[in-house]
């Protein structure tokens, strides 16, 4: 969101009249769109770039987006109080030592964080996140957010009289150009390194542009913008009040959290990637460039209806048990998210205060955006044990409406309306109302079953009683919407492997091929609930690895399976944090079978998947006659062309195991991929695809730790 601020003072000795140049004009405009393009395009940029640290998780895009949220609200303080305080020399001085020191900060550190930066253990991992960000880009971002602003500032001193809207509109337009292009042009064709040397050069650019143009407006005589006629009126006057100054904040503070409880939402199965980080963010400032260009594009009775109907699909989707396809999943919610904020800015523009407080009008816009990211971020995961943020935001968004619409004395629902218009109102409040009780049994129908809930940074885990009283219930966990795994609870079907594990997937068979009177050791890359713990044999090493702390702690305290394998005889080895940073620093393991299976449904670690991460499996396999399993399954995405280019790259030879689901929870629907050294290992197994024939008949793609798009793996 980009502001106007006010004009500051004048100089005791102000400089003569000089007529402005075309040039000085291009200058401001090129510094606000490049600004503006430069603070959108390094926000997926250090997300990416940090996203394997911590577990690939939506949560920390989360936290990136509060910490540049929280970043903006502190540029727009620092340029209002700079307006506020100092003369224009001195403000632009400071400014100009401001732009240096970033500039030099961006060419010789550079603004990705560097490998010093990846966390040794789980720790807090939401305040290391913040921390790292404020180190690494803070002061370049600083300096960028303020530029909004500022530019129109000068623009003021130069052209007095005239509106600064043009500066305001190109700095959408680069917004929405730098969100438009990342995930379509720069990220499918730089890695993230290039994308840092590009970006900091760039910064270096912007900074000499910006300094330039700061300093040519110092030649013009200051005047201070006098309020219309119509922002001196009694009605602009009473917009001041205390109730005007909660809209400002509550207003855009619940976008924002709207903005952020989608896009968890959205991202819970499917990758916390840049495309779908951005499609919200498109929606949103799409909505601030709407609002705040005409009143024609905020209409009450179009975007009210919109938002009801888009609610009501969003609680419909909510309630079914098969997974609802990604179209429209993606529509109904960009829909929602729509609505919400063309509401809220909507109603916001509709309360703009008189010129003289438009800088606090737009400081409280950055700081309602900050308070929604704060909310969502670090609130919502510390006091709820699901992902109800969600629902609250948008009961909060069509309450907050409400109110809104009955406080405007220019509403005809203003005091709830008048004879047709009180109708209205009231009908509104029953749909509202009908509203929060299909919440309500939604929330009621997930805690159905339910024994154990818990949240962390992680995800929101889940443990249940299913098919309580007959001969098959058992105990399931799940992350979000997704199945980690089971464990039936009678006695004599307690060993039996479930869900994704069961004897004839494809890793089933992988441990009953491998087995022998040679103990073997096994290595895990995602604990679940200990599944293939079944398949521990007295002497057997059985190593997992989870980055989740919830979920160590859960699988051995509602879970058999790996207390009665070393029961059995068998060691169990948990190891918390992220397997490919544990992993790195420990010594060769040696393992016999290597298993891939940390994922959350479609939310994919990508940085799992790279040429990078397998060449580290390798380093842990057996010669030659090690196995590696890798779990597949996803319904949007096709990973089997990433597996392919990583046998290639390291000639290892592979096959393809896909079983049909059989309906129950002991079988499952799963596709794996099984990788050796050896040649032609699977031969001898009918239900085993080699590469090249079937599903395995795919162009090859590959990863790298500083190159991975969805765009190359999104199913048809």
Same mark, same amino acid.
């Given at each position: 969101?980009?502001?106007?601020?006010?004009?500051?003072?004048?100089?005791?000795?102000? =400089?003569?009249?000089?007529?402005?140049?075309?040039?000085?004009?291009?200058?401001?405009?090129?510094?606000?769109?490049?600004?503006?393009?430069?603070?959108?395009?390094?926000?997926?940029?250090?997300?990416?770039?940090?996203?394997?640290?911590?577990?690939?998780?939506?949560?920390?895009?989360?936290?990136?987006?509060?910490?540049?949220?929280?970043?903006?609200?502190?540029?727009?303080?620092?340029?209002?109080?700079?307006?506020?305080?100092?003369?224009?020399?001195? #403000?632009?001085?400071?400014?100009?030592?401001?732009?240096?020191?970033?500039?030099?900060?961006?060419?010789?550190?550079?603004?990705?964080?560097?490998?010093?930066?990846? =966390?040794?253990?789980?720790?807090?991992?939401?305040?290391?996140?913040?921390?790292?960000?404020?180190?690494?880009?803070?002061?370049?971002?600083?300096?960028?957010?303020?530029?909004?602003?500022?530019?129109?500032?000068?623009?003021?001193?130069?052209?007095?009289?005239?509106?600064?809207?043009?500066?305001?509109?190109?700095?959408?337009?680069?917004?929405?150009?730098?969100?438009?292009?990342?995930?379509?042009?720069? $990220?499918?064709?730089?890695?993230?390194?290039? &994308?840092?040397?590009?970006?900091?050069?760039?910064?270096?650019?912007?900074?000499?542009?910006?300094?330039?143009?700061?300093?040519?407006?110092? !030649?013009?005589?200051?005047?201070?913008?006098?309020?219309?006629?119509?922002?001196?009126?009694?009605?602009?006057?009473?917009?001041?009040?205390?109730?005007?100054?909660?809209?400002?904040?509550?207003?855009?503070?619940?976008?924002?959290?709207?903005?952020?409880?989608?896009?968890?939402?959205?991202?819970?199965?499917?990758?916390?990637?840049?495309?779908?980080?951005?499609?919200?963010?498109?929606?949103?400032?799409?909505?601030?460039?709407?609002?705040?260009?005409?009143?024609?594009?905020?209409?009450?009775?179009?975007?009210?209806?919109?938002?009801?109907?888009?609610?009501?699909?969003?609680?419909?989707?909510?309630? #079914?048990?098969?997974?609802?396809?990604?179209?429209?999943?993606?529509?109904?919610?960009?829909?929602?998210?729509?609505?919400?904020?063309?509401?809220?800015?909507?109603?916001?523009?509709? +309360?703009?205060?008189?010129?003289?407080?438009?800088?606090?009008?737009?400081?409280?816009?950055?700081?309602?955006?900050?308070?929604?990211?704060?909310?969502?971020?670090?609130?919502?995961?510390?006091?709820?044990?699901?992902?109800?943020?969600? &629902?609250?935001?948008?009961?909060?968004?069509?309450?907050?409406?409400?109110?809104?619409?009955?406080?405007?004395?220019?509403?005809?629902?203003?005091?709830?309306?008048?004879?047709?218009?009180?109708?209205?109102?009231?009908?509104?409040?029953?749909?509202?109302?009908?509203?929060?009780?299909?919440?309500?049994?939604?929330?009621?129908?997930?805690?159905?079953?339910?024994? #154990?809930?818990?949240?962390?940074?992680?995800?929101?885990?889940?443990?249940?009683?299913?098919? &309580?009283?007959?001969?098959?219930?058992?105990?399931?966990?799940?992350?979000?919407?997704?199945?980690?795994?089971?464990?039936?609870?009678?006695?004599?079907? +307690? !060993?039996?492997?479930?869900?994704?594990?069961?004897?004839?997937?494809?890793?089933?068979?992988?441990?009953?091929?491998?087995?022998?009177?040679?103990?073997?050791?096994?290595?895990?890359?995602?604990?679940?609930?200990?599944?293939?713990?079944?398949?521990?044999?007295?002497?057997?090493?059985?190593?997992?690895?989870?980055?989740? =702390?919830?979920?160590?702690?859960?699988?051995?305290?509602?879970?058999?399976?790996? !207390?009665?394998?070393?029961?059995?005889?068998?060691?169990?080895?948990?190891?918390?944090?992220?397997?490919?940073?544990?992993?790195?620093?420990?010594?060769? &393991?040696?393992?016999?079978?290597?298993?891939?299976?940390?994922?959350?449904?479609?939310?994919?670690?990508?940085?799992?998947?790279?040429?990078?991460?397998? $060449?580290?499996?390798?380093?842990?396999?057996?010669?030659?006659?090690?196995?590696?399993?890798?779990?597949?399954?996803?319904?949007?995405?096709?990973?089997?062309?990433?597996?392919?280019?990583?046998?290639?790259?390291?000639?290892?030879?592979?096959?393809?195991? $896909?079983?049909?689901?059989?309906?129950?929870?002991?079988?499952?629907?799963?596709?794996?991929?099984?990788?050796? !050294?050896?040649?032609?290992?699977?031969?001898?197994?009918?239900?085993?695809? =080699?590469?090249? $024939?079937?599903?395995?008949?795919?162009?090859?793609?590959?990863?790298?730790?500083?190159?991975?798009?969805?765009?190359?793996?999104?199913?048809?």
């Amino acid at each position: 969101m980009n502001s106007d601020a006010a004009v500051p003072a004048l100089d005791n000795a102000a =400089p003569p009249a000089v007529a402005p140049s075309p040039a000085i004009d291009f200058a401001l405009a090129a510094t606000a769109a490049l600004s503006a393009w430069l603070i959108f395009q390094v926000q997926p940029m250090v997300a990416k770039r940090i996203l394997p640290w911590f577990g690939g998780g939506t949560a920390v895009w989360t936290t990136v987006m509060l910490f540049f949220q929280a970043a903006l609200f502190f540029g727009y303080l620092y340029a209002h109080l700079a307006t506020k305080w100092f003369t224009p020399r001195r #403000q632009v001085h400071l400014h100009v030592a401001l732009l240096a020191a970033a500039a030099m900060l961006a060419a010789i550190v550079g603004v990705l964080p560097s490998d010093e930066w990846r =966390p040794d253990g789980s720790g807090l991992p939401a305040l290391h996140i913040l921390v790292m960000l404020s180190a690494a880009v803070g002061l370049p971002y600083l300096a960028l957010s303020a530029t909004a602003p500022l530019t129109q500032v000068w623009f003021a001193r130069i052209h007095p009289g005239r509106s600064p809207y043009r500066l305001y509109a190109l700095s959408n337009a680069g917004s929405l150009a730098a969100l438009l292009s990342y995930p379509f042009l720069v $990220e499918p064709n730089l890695g993230v390194s290039t &994308q840092g040397v590009s970006w900091s050069a760039l910064f270096v650019a912007f900074a000499l542009l910006c300094a330039w143009s700061a300093l040519a407006s110092l !030649r013009f005589r200051n005047h201070v913008v006098a309020s219309s006629t119509a922002d001196s009126s009694d009605a602009a006057l009473s917009r001041s009040g205390a109730l005007q100054r909660f809209f400002w904040l509550a207003l855009p503070a619940t976008a924002s959290a709207a903005l952020l409880a989608i896009t968890t939402y959205l991202c819970q199965d499917v990758p916390s990637v840049p495309l779908l980080w951005i499609a919200p963010m498109v929606v949103y400032l799409l909505s601030f460039i709407l609002t705040f260009d005409s009143d024609r594009w905020y209409r009450r009775d179009v975007w009210f209806s919109i938002g009801a109907i888009a609610s009501f699909a969003a609680v419909i989707s909510w309630f #079914q048990k098969d997974a609802v396809p990604l179209s429209t999943m993606l529509g109904v919610h960009l829909a929602l998210l729509a609505a919400i904020c063309m509401v809220c800015h909507g109603e916001l523009v509709r +309360r703009r205060p008189v010129a003289s407080r438009l800088t606090a009008f737009y400081l409280s816009i950055a700081a309602g955006g900050a308070i929604g990211g704060l909310l969502v971020g670090v609130v919502a995961p510390l006091v709820l044990s699901d992902y109800y943020e969600l &629902q609250l935001s948008m009961l909060s968004a069509w309450g907050l409406a409400l109110f809104a619409i009955i406080t405007d004395p220019a509403s005809p629902h203003f005091d709830g309306g008048k004879r047709g218009r009180y109708a209205g109102t009231l009908g509104m409040a029953g749909l509202f109302v009908l509203l929060v009780i299909c919440v309500g049994v939604n929330v009621a129908k997930l805690r159905e079953g339910v024994l #154990q809930r818990g949240r962390n940074f992680y995800g929101v885990l889940t443990v249940r009683h299913m098919n &309580q009283g007959s001969p098959d219930e058992f105990v399931e966990l799940s992350n979000g919407r997704t199945t980690h795994g089971g464990q039936f609870i009678a006695e004599a079907n +307690r !060993r039996v492997p479930m869900w994704y594990y069961h004897a004839d997937s494809g890793v089933g068979i992988l441990m009953r091929e491998t087995a022998s009177d040679s103990p073997r050791r096994v290595g895990i890359i995602g604990l679940g609930v200990g599944t293939l713990a079944a398949y521990a044999e007295p002497g057997e090493t059985f190593r997992f690895y989870d980055v989740n =702390p919830l979920v160590l702690d859960w699988a051995v305290n509602f879970f058999k399976y790996l !207390r009665e394998a070393s029961e059995r005889g068998a060691t169990i080895d948990l190891i918390e944090g992220d397997a490919r940073i544990a992993m790195e620093n420990e010594p060769p &393991q040696n393992f016999d079978v290597l298993v891939l299976d940390a994922f959350n449904g479609d939310s994919i670690p990508a940085h799992l998947l790279t040429l990078e991460a397998f $060449e580290l499996y390798l380093k842990h396999l057996k010669e030659p006659d090690g196995f590696l399993a890798v779990h597949v399954s996803s319904l949007h995405l096709d990973l089997v062309p990433v597996v392919k280019a990583a046998a290639e790259k390291f000639n290892l030879h592979g096959a393809i195991i $896909e079983v049909p689901p059989d309906d129950t929870p002991a079988g499952a629907g799963c596709t794996w991929v099984l990788l050796s !050294r050896q040649p032609n290992p699977f031969a001898d197994l009918d239900v085993a695809i =080699p590469f090249g $024939e079937g599903a395995g008949a795919v162009p090859s793609v590959i990863w790298t730790d500083d190159y991975s798009s969805l765009l190359d793996v999104l199913k048809d």
